[in-house]
């Protein structure tokens, strides 16, 4: 995927890039990052012709892809070490897959059954006419 960022003429504070829509073939997306150089928040403006970028309040998935792409991507890092780097992302999210695999035992089956049947009672304790004591749930 080409990473084209483009400058401004006119502006020297305004960077744009265009985005391939994902749903359709022949659809552009324009994210554009307003700075204020040497600023506390160099960040000052955004916009995007996509849905989310005019509608939210919050910058859309294109905003933010160029900022990413701004301040880690054309960085001098070691993508293996920064805490950013799309690697060290993917790496969590196949911990968290790994993790959802787990096999259990029968035993350990049978402990979960009753800790989900008290966070089921525990949850449904204002829709039942039932009235159940704190020590019962506890148990």
């Not at 020297?12 to 204020?36: G, M, P």
């Not at 970028?53 to 993508?79: P, Q, S």
Request: charged residues 25%; proline residues 1%; aromatic residues 8%.
């Amino acid at each position: 995927m080409k990473f084209i960022i483009e400058l401004c003429a006119q502006h020297n504070d305004l960077v744009q890039a265009r985005f391939e829509s994902r749903h359709c073939n022949n659809k552009n997306h324009i994210a554009t990052v307003q700075f204020k150089l040497y600023t506390e928040s160099p960040i000052s403006g955004w916009y995007c012709t996509c849905t989310s970028g005019w509608h939210d309040m919050e910058c859309c998935a294109h905003v933010a892809a160029l900022l990413w792409h701004l301040g880690v991507r054309r960085a001098n890092i070691n993508e293996n070490t920064h805490p950013l780097s799309a690697g060290h992302l993917f790496a969590s999210i196949d911990d968290s897959i790994q993790f959802s695999e787990v096999e259990e035992s029968d035993e350990e089956q049978d402990d979960n059954d009753n800790d989900n049947h008290v966070h089921n009672v525990a949850s449904n304790s204002t829709d039942s006419d039932d009235s159940t004591s704190d020590e019962e749930v506890a148990d």
